[in-house]
């Protein structure tokens, strides 16, 4: 069973469609939950880390936000450059010491 | 302040040979984490070194090890290669190690198994 699991898999909008992606987990002990964007032929790249569940933070047109048990990417008037692969990562309490443990990734396409 | 590099960018190996990839830390940072992402899959946790010493694994066997040196730059050694050994393998270096440290990835290395 996937401890982190993202949905969708692939989400297609037009450009100024907001919209949100959904990152459920079922690790106990959560420590905090990341928001990772993946360009293609590069490494992820840091968003956000969420530590608590009621926790939102924002950066331009990305707000996420934290619940005991998923976490929500929220999108508002996306450009074509806000597309990527998004990923979602938590670390817990007996996870392999301070790795992560990602999901599939949302892959996001944003129509001009 | 320069990123976190690696290299080669691609390799290509057969089944049953060794293979070793390197990464080199974005300044000031002390501890390097490698991931192996498959296609279509999210990164998975390989282990993370911290001041040279192992400091945490994830689910992969001894043939996949690792090195620090004191510059803080990392090898990833992978012996004996299988097939399902295909994938980009991402470093990620970070100030410290520890809870909710920022992970900076470098692009990775791609590495196909024939």
């Known amino acids: 069973e996937d401890q982190v699991t993202q949905s969708p898999e692939a989400l297609r909008l037009q450009e100024g469609e907001s919209s949100s992606l959904n990152c459920s987990y079922t690790?106990?002990?959560?420590?905090?939950l990341f928001w990772y964007r993946q360009d293609p032929g590069k490494g992820p790249e840091f968003l956000f880390t969420l530590y608590s569940a009621g926790e939102e933070k924002e950066k331009e047109r990305l707000k996420a936000t934290l619940t005991k048990k998923e976490s929500f990417l929220h999108i508002t008037a996306p450009k074509p450059e806000d597309s990527a692969t998004y990923l979602c990562?938590?670390?817990?309490?007996?996870?392999?010491?301070?790795?992560?443990?990602f999901g599939k990734g949302t892959h996001l396409i944003i129509q001009p | 302040e320069t990123g976190v590099t690696q290299s080669p960018t691609h390799l290509i190996k057969t089944r049953g040979q060794q293979v070793t990839l390197r990464c080199s830390s974005q300044s000031g940072h002390n501890t390097v984490s490698w991931y192996q992402q498959a296609l279509g899959q999210g990164p998975q946790f390989i282990f993370q070194?911290?001041?040279?010493?192992?400091?945490g694994r994830g689910n992969f066997p001894p043939r996949f090890s690792g090195l620090q040196f004191p510059n803080y730059s990392s090898e990833l050694n992978v012996n004996a290669l299988e097939l399902d050994d295909s994938a980009l393998y991402l470093c990620?270096?970070?100030?410290?190690?520890?809870?909710?440290?920022?992970?900076?990835f470098g692009s990775g290395t791609q590495l196909s198994v024939l």
């Open positions: 990562a938590v670390q817990y309490s007996g996870g392999g010491a301070d790795g992560l443990t």
């Open positions: 070194y911290y001041r040279e010493e192992e400091n």
């Open positions: 990620a270096s970070s100030v410290n190690r520890g809870l909710n440290e920022k992970l900076f």
């Open positions: 690790v106990s002990g959560l420590r905090g």
